[in-house]
């Protein structure tokens, strides 16, 4: 073979192996198209942790002007029929609602700063957060696999440039910016799951391409989680991140509401620092429903029998509903601090019957220049938090169950 001939031959070689790729790149996108859904066809998150991306909100138009109502939670709201009967609810007594359920079981804050930045585009009247001692303290950071779409466009523009630098090294990035730029390897498990390829793919390819075995949806009812056996994630930068994800939420005008679900894991630094974080601000609101949470109606930690699932829903959607009036309501005027006894009840040996929200004497603010005074300040928020609820004594009025201290390892 002369060298032209040799030289064409590699031309063609290359032009072949440049062709199968754009082809495998564009398909990829053409898959993942073909693959999204509109959240009206769905109850919740298709292809378990792997699917958020896929989901399509549907504008005020196609949901006849309602106000549309995001839930971002965990396995409560993704596995239990809390978001379904909560529309149902509002449908039944005319509520003018359009709930849509986009949880994800065992979703930390990490998750829920990149599934809001997903979302914001499509301008919700509020967001709502069912949040619990393992949303602050839960490893690894991202358990729905929310970093495989950080490097979208759409969420590339909305992060900010600290949360990169903060949680991805090298690997990570790369990672990450390959799901997009192929979307083929994202979208690879939850079509292997819904084509049923799994069982036929050697074990060197499943290494390769991580399978959702987490966060597929089951039959029947939620998976059963031990918060306790679950590993912490030390240091402050949860509260970074929770700053963050409100400074997203205040950028973009979307109102937010923090429901601090029904628990036998409650009353720990992270409730009280998470609570004195959101409560500063504007268009956040933070509520503590894990009072209700007894032996009798949940099976476990955190999630609700099949009987006490309509009472679940019905105190979610009050909240959602007050929440709702209350930023329609707002329109400028400053907000209403809460009242605070001036006779602290535990020095006269006088407890509460409902969980106090905790006050402290001393300022408390993330939004600060440097994260590193960011990272002192939640330190102290901690140490106060933890300092208050020893002091006061608290336990749950319905159960008896004392102060659960749940600091990272």
């Given at each position: 073979m002369d060298k032209g001939a040799d030289q064409q031959l590699k031309r063609r070689v290359f032009r072949i192996t440049l062709?199968?790729?754009?082809?495998?790149?564009?398909?990829?996108f053409i898959i993942e198209r073909f693959a999204s859904y509109s959240l009206l066809s769905y109850p919740r998150i298709k292809f378990g942790s792997y699917g958020?991306?896929?989901?399509?909100?549907?504008?005020?138009?196609?949901v006849g002007n309602k106000k549309r109502v995001v839930m971002l939670g965990n396995s409560v709201y993704q596995y239990n029929r809390i978001p379904q009967l909560m529309q149902e609810i509002a449908d039944s007594e005319k509520n003018n609602l359009a709930i849509f359920n986009m949880a994800q079981i065992s979703s930390t804050v990490y998750d829920y700063l990149a599934q809001t930045a997903k979302i914001v585009k499509d301008k919700p009247d509020l967001i709502v957060f069912c949040s619990n001692d393992g949303t602050f303290s839960l490893d690894p950071k991202f358990k729905t696999n929310s970093d495989q779409f950080v490097f979208d466009a759409d969420?590339?523009?909305?992060l900010p440039k600290s949360f990169y630098y903060r949680y991805f090294d090298s690997k990570k990035a790369a990672e990450s910016i390959l799901s997009t730029t192929l979307p083929l390897r994202r979208i690879d498990p939850l079509l292997r799951w819904k084509l049923k390829f799994r069982d036929f793919m050697p074990a060197w390819f499943l290494k390769w391409v991580s399978y959702p075995d987490l966060n597929i949806p089951p039959e029947g009812n939620a998976k059963t989680i031990q918060m306790t056996q679950l590993k912490k994630t030390p240091g402050d930068e949860k509260f970074i991140t929770l700053n963050e994800l409100l400074d997203v939420l205040e950028k973009y005008e979307i109102p937010a509401l923090f429901i601090w679900q029904e628990a036998n894991v409650s009353y720990s630094p992270e409730f009280y620092a998470a609570q004195k974080i959101i409560e500063q601000r504007e268009n956040a609101l933070f509520v503590d429903l894990s009072r209700y949470w007894n032996e009798k109606d949940f099976n476990d930690m955190i999630h609700p029998l099949k009987e006490e699932e309509p009472r679940y829903a019905r105190r979610h959607l009050n909240e959602v509903i007050k929440a709702l009036k209350h930023f329609e309501n707002k329109n400028g005027a400053p907000r209403l601090k809460p009242w605070y006894p001036l006779i602290n009840p535990a020095l006269l040996g006088i407890y509460p019957p409902f969980p106090r929200k905790a006050t402290s004497p001393h300022s408390f603010s993330l939004k600060l220049p440097d994260e590193t005074s960011a990272v002192l300040t939640s330190s102290q928020a901690l140490k106060e938090s933890k300092h208050e609820a020893e002091t006061l004594g608290f336990s749950n009025s319905s159960t008896g169950r004392p102060v659960v201290f749940c600091e990272g390892g």
């Open positions: 062709f199968i790729a754009f082809v495998i790149v564009v398909s990829g958020f991306n896929l989901a399509q909100i549907p504008s005020k138009d196609d969420v590339l523009r909305v």
